[in-house]
């Protein structure tokens, strides 16, 4: 499948040294499903997709891990949201700054990450990612 993404950054923070990062130029599908598969919130705890040769603005963050994910625009833009989900604030990432959204951005189904995930790697674009919102994983999402 052909991508309008760049380059995949996966940001590591192992235990005995500093952070470091992993870019792979022209991901296929399976290596961006992979690594959003691998997050676990500490060690793995942020995959970004970029759509030009830079680190950008508008690329696409997958924060989290371990059956608790945030999906957000590297700048704030678009963020995955689920207004029938609390208001209340939680943490993600738990190594290094960690990261804070509230429950309703949240997303605690991997499949349904996956397809958000997809969505973006095939078009590029935040246009119609809102649609996902309050979805089931084994639910029809219309285009």
Do not use: K, N
């Amino acid at each position: 499948m052909s991508s309008p993404v760049h380059h995949l950054t996966v940001i590591r923070y192992p235990a005995d040294r500093p952070g470091d990062t992993v870019v792979t130029v022209e991901p296929t599908w399976d290596d961006v499903a992979a690594a959003v598969s691998r997050l676990d919130d500490h060690e793995f705890p942020i995959v970004e997709l970029s759509c030009t040769e830079h680190d950008d603005d508008e690329a696409l963050l997958v924060i989290g891990g371990r059956g608790r994910y945030a999906l957000t625009q590297s700048v704030p833009g678009w963020q995955f949201s689920d207004p029938s989900r609390p208001d209340r604030e939680v943490r993600l990432w738990t190594s290094d700054q960690g990261y804070f959204c509230t429950e309703r951005e949240i997303i605690t189904d991997l499949g349904l990450v996956l397809r958000i995930v997809e969505e973006f790697y095939r078009t590029g674009s935040y246009d119609g990612l809102d649609r996902f919102a309050g979805v089931a994983d084994d639910s029809e999402v219309t285009p």
